[in-house]
């Protein structure tokens, strides 16, 4: 048994070598320039035509792929080391991340859950600045440490393809409206019932897992995911966390189903067949 898993390991790691192979080789030989600011122009009108709501029709959008590819491809020559300032660099990732989701999504569709995607041998690096990355390496070498010394509230623009991450902006993030795209993105997330709920019956604040993930950063901006929550709740959604009765949980479930179109209009059919309940849960794991 040890001997099989130590093949099968060695295989797995070599069909991942295979598969990025081209990358590699791509980051070698482009021509790389260093802007001091940078445009996602391809991207944000794809942006502009297939993010509807908080979904994105990715059918239409694989019938975009040239435009796709191209946004793709057009990120292997520019570096973002030369950008003037944090937010321009911040920008930069975030909507490098996003379009790299999409276009792995893109590559995989039809699948119903982001999991299907994660599980798929299919996966590769892509080529930014001359430079291979995976979206993974790019979240945790670049966007956290620029989330938390620029702007927390960026962190809602980051979308990871699941129902239940923060939706798409219909646009691509640029310095000069960081600030307000990223507080109303945030105020969006935290003020949907299906992310922060507050059940009055047990005086208790569910709060998505998601919230969890990411609570190293979130409690540097404001001491607590759950403090900083409270801080963009709106209307009747406002609780008073300085209350000692009021408890603090994590939702148990995350929503990895993919943030489609198609798929949420399929499902919403289903729904209204069934004569299904759409109030949101309070499952929660208590902490």
């Known amino acids: 048994m040890p001997l099989a898993l130590l093949a099968a390991g060695a295989i797995l790691a070599?069909?991942?070598?295979?598969?990025?192979m081209g990358s590699y080789l791509s980051s070698w030989f482009v021509t790389v320039e260093h802007p001091v600011s940078y445009r996602f122009a391809t991207f944000d009108r794809l942006l502009k035509y297939h993010v509807k709501r908080d979904l994105v029709d990715y059918r239409g959008l694989v019938h975009e792929a040239p435009a796709l590819n191209r946004a793709v491809k057009e990120l292997e020559h520019i570096s973002p080391d030369r950008l003037a300032g944090a937010d321009e660099r911040l920008c930069f990732w975030i909507n490098a991340y996003n379009l790299l989701i999409l276009k792995t999504v893109a590559d995989h569709y039809p699948v119903g859950s982001i999991k299907e995607i994660a599980r798929s041998p299919g996966l590769h690096d892509f080529v930014i600045g001359g430079k291979a990355y995976s979206p993974g390496q790019i979240e945790e070498e670049h966007l956290r440490p620029l989330l938390a010394a620029v702007d927390a509230r960026?962190?809602?623009t980051v979308c990871g393809g699941a129902r239940g991450y923060p939706p798409l902006l219909d646009h691509c993030l640029e310095a000069p409206a960081l600030s307000d795209d990223s507080a109303a993105a945030c105020r969006r997330f935290v003020n949907n019932p299906d992310n922060v709920y507050f059940d009055r019956q047990t005086y208790t604040v569910y709060l998505s897992p998601f919230f969890r993930w990411n609570a190293d950063l979130l409690s540097r901006a404001a001491g607590s995911p759950f403090d900083f929550v409270s801080r963009f709740l709106e209307g009747d959604k406002q609780v008073d966390l300085s209350d000692i009765h009021v408890k603090r949980?994590?939702?148990a479930n995350f929503n990895?189903?993919?943030?489609d179109v198609a798929l949420a209009q399929a499902g919403n059919a289903a729904r209204q067949q069934e004569g299904h309940d759409p109030r949101p849960g309070a499952a929660a794991d208590a902490r």
Not at 14 to 20: H, I
Not at 256 to 259: E, H, K
């Open 14 to 20: 070599t069909v991942q070598l295979l598969m990025n």
């Open 154 to 156: 960026a962190l809602f």
């Open 249 to 251: 949980r994590y939702m």
């Open 256 to 259: 990895w189903l993919l943030n």
